[in-house]
């Protein structure tokens, strides 16, 4: 059994900074990509950034140059540093990651969120 947990949301000023991370745990054979989401109040759930199980990685151009999607598959654990943040990053940001549990087949799984807050 596999899950996602995110975690260092809170609340930051404008042009401050959060890390956050999301730990995979369970019974875990390998991790492919993986990405972070994010929700904000009132919209859809939008893309911000992923991380390829060859480390190479993709933005969304809004975050480009502020944000860092990064993976330590010895802890599977991936993180997203956030700087010079913004009111419009406040969302509740979810992790999701495509797992092999056995060795066999990757399957999708999603955390279930962290909120961040930046105030204006």
């Known amino acids: 059994q596999v899950q996602l947990v995110e975690s260092g949301g809170g609340l930051v000023q404008a042009g401050g900074s959060l890390s956050l991370s999301c730990a995979a745990s369970?019974?875990?054979?390998?991790?492919?990509?993986v990405a972070w989401y994010r929700q904000a109040p009132g919209k859809q759930r939008e893309w911000v950034a992923t991380?390829?199980?060859?480390?190479?990685?993709e933005y969304f151009d809004s975050v480009k140059g502020r944000f860092t999607i990064s993976r330590d598959d010895a802890r599977n654990t991936v993180y997203l540093q956030m700087n010079s943040l913004k009111p419009e990053d406040t969302a509740v940001y979810y992790c999701?990651?495509?797992?092999?549990?056995?060795?066999?087949?990757?399957?999708?799984?999603w955390g279930q969120g962290t909120q961040v807050t930046v105030a204006s």
């Open positions: 999701n990651a495509q797992i092999d549990s056995l060795g066999t087949y990757y399957s999708d799984f």
């Open positions: 369970g019974r875990i054979f390998s991790i492919r990509d």
């Open positions: 991380i390829y199980s060859d480390a190479s990685t």
